[in-house]
């Protein structure tokens, strides 16, 4: 080859720097050239060029159904290199589609395929937006190297969801649950009861048993006008000790038995070996009447407990004689 | 005669909500072999209630409300009717019962804070008023023996009406007790499954490791920009949205 030869060629090979090194992989691309918008790293190779089209499950879904979307790239020199396209981030599939997820990419050397799973948002006819898809075709002239592809148009028909025959589900619950209580003759209340103790009934019957216990006292008093002195005799526990024993006396020695008991507790008599005489001697040392009655009620038992005879035991006596001593010594 | 004219209007007023919300428990009831179909009427009906109780309080609305609220499916709102009505009627055996039932079936749902029932649950004002009688009979009655025939076991008959009014006391001291917290911290029911959270925003971290699920019963703390702070039965306090609460009325 002539020198002139070799010049021409190296002009060639300057202005279409392409035919110097036929470009297979988007790796040999520069770096701008890389990241362009829509570029997914086709490169169109000596054959046709790269072929784009949607492909779908079906031509209608349900609106909540779901549908497959099929992404099919053709004619690529280097189908490994190929990138997935985002529709997540496509403001126009947004719109239009749920994308639930991108499905694994199906393996074939001469057409590159990427599925998604999508879900229709609305129902109605939807022109599926075409495919922004550039390729780079080297073989052509500086600023016209990356080309949009062509994908015909498809519509997608989504329906209104088929009534699902639900089976009717009774309601469980308590059977009054179903009952409405008559509520319309009830009186309402204002303010939270804070208890019934403001009904005069309930207070009524609270003061009730007090005041009828009051009652009784009062009339107690009025049918017994010296109650006050016997209910006064009463609480000296030496009196009603004496008094319950004489009640319990059988015979005369539990009697002498209970005044002697009575006159050492409560008039302080040591009648321990004392004849009956000399303890009345001693009482009525004590300016107390009633000394010639007790000697009597002694003698009395005396005569039943060696004497013998009908004469009963002197009871009711020495309790009259007890209960006049004690009023007496008032 | 005028004062009469003058409330009528307010008194068909009434009559037609009554109506509209029985009608649409009446409708419900029919339906209810179909939830689907019977329970929006239930609602509709509880809806009515719910209104017609914060002009009258009486004891059928309540159980009315909580009833339909339970058949249209709002089991929060069921237990917060119940929690109403018995605030007002705090022994009613009806309102107990069917507080009781949802509160078995929040449970079951994992609702874990269901708080004890109170003393004024337990006892009837009746119950407590006839104890309180009894015991003044028996205090009375001492008295009477005391003052007349001197009964030995006049004291003791004394004895025992105190302790009984001493006892009385203290029960009815603490019923208006639980009247005043109730009042002070109002009791919420947790409308549906949502976090309790540590401060009044969504960012505050959960307190809780699990949701709190939906029934659990709380008290309301405080009110803080849309947020409300509860107390739970078991003590913990945190923060929950306000529209995740239905409120005791």
């Not at chain 1, 349900?62 to 190929?82: M, Y």
């Not at chain 1, 052509?140 to 949009?148: A, K, S, T, V």
């Not at chain 1, 699902?164 to 303010?191: C, D, K, M, Q, Y």
């Not at chain 2, 019963?217 to 947020?227: I, K, V």
């Amino acid at each position: 080859m002539s020198k002139i030869g070799k010049a021409l060629i190296t002009i060639v090979l300057m202005a279409f720097p392409a035919f110097a090194q036929p470009i297979t992989s988007a790796e040999q691309l520069p770096a701008l050239d890389r990241t362009k918008e829509d570029f997914y790293g086709a490169i169109v190779g000596a054959g046709p060029r790269v072929q784009v089209e949607w492909l779908m499950s079906s031509n209608s879904v349900e609106r909540g159904g779901e549908l497959i979307l099929t992404l099919v790239v053709t004619n690529a020199a280097n189908p490994s290199e190929l990138q997935r396209p985002n529709l997540k981030d496509r403001p126009e599939f947004r719109e239009l589609f749920d994308v639930i997820e991108n499905l694994p990419e199906q393996p074939d050397p001469k057409r590159v395929e990427f599925r998604y799973k999508l879900r229709p948002r609305n129902e109605g006819t939807i022109v599926l937006p075409l495919p922004r898809y550039r390729y780079y075709v080297p073989q052509l002239p500086e600023g016209r190297r990356f080309q949009l592809a062509n994908a015909p148009e498809l519509k997608l028909t989504v329906t209104k969801p088929a009534p699902t025959s639900i089976a009717a589900v009774p309601i469980s619950a308590p059977g009054e649950f179903f009952r409405l209580p008559a509520w319309w003759h009830e009186s309402s209340a204002n303010s939270p009861p804070s208890s019934e103790w403001r009904n005069t009934w309930w207070i009524a019957a609270m003061l009730f048993p007090l005041l009828a216990s009051i009652l009784g006292i009062a009339s107690y008093r009025y049918f017994n006008p010296d109650a006050v002195k016997r209910a006064e005799l009463l609480r000296r526990s030496e009196v009603r000790k004496t008094l319950q024993r004489l009640n319990d006396a059988n015979d005369t020695e539990a009697l002498a038995t209970a005044i002697h008991s009575y006159l050492q507790d409560r008039w302080h008599i040591p009648t321990l070996g004392l004849s009956s005489r000399e303890i009345a001697d001693a009482f009525a040392d004590m300016n107390i009447e009633g000394a010639r009655e007790l000697q009597q009620i002694f003698e009395r038992c005396e005569r039943l407990r060696f004497g013998g005879g009908n004469d009963s035991i002197p009871r009711e006596d020495a309790k009259a004689w007890v209960l006049a001593v004690e009023t007496e010594s008032q | 005669m005028n004062l009469q004219l003058l409330l009528l209007p307010a008194l068909f007023a009434s009559v037609s909500l009554d109506n509209s919300s029985d009608a649409a428990f009446h409708r419900g009831v029919r339906e209810r072999a179909n939830a689907a179909e019977a329970r929006p009427a239930f609602a509709e009906a509880a809806k009515g209630y719910r209104e017609y109780w914060h002009h009258k309080h009486q004891r059928g609305i309540a159980l009315a409300w909580g009833r339909a609220s339970y058949l249209a499916g709002d089991l929060p709102s069921a237990i917060a009717a119940f929690r109403s009505g018995l605030h007002y009627y705090p022994a009613d055996a009806e309102l107990l019962a069917g507080l009781r039932f949802c509160r078995a079936e929040a449970t079951s749902l994992g609702a874990a804070s269901v708080p004890p029932e109170g003393l004024r649950q337990r006892f009837t004002p009746g119950q407590r008023l006839a104890f309180a009688v009894l015991a003044m009979t028996f205090f009375a009655f001492g008295l009477l023996c005391q003052f007349t025939v001197r009964w030995r076991s006049s004291v003791a008959w004394m004895f025992i009406g105190i302790l009984g009014l001493v006892t009385t006391a203290v029960l009815e001291w603490q019923c208006q007790r639980e009247i005043a917290v109730d009042l002070a911290q109002p009791p919420c029911v947790v409308r549906f499954d949502t976090p309790l959270r540590t401060g009044n925003g969504e960012s505050y971290a959960p307190l809780l490791p699990a949701l709190l699920p939906r029934g659990t019963e709380a008290r309301e703390l405080a009110r803080r920009g849309g947020w409300v702070q509860v107390q739970l039965e078991s003590g913990e306090i945190g923060w929950l949205p306000e529209e995740m609460l239905v409120m005791q009325i």
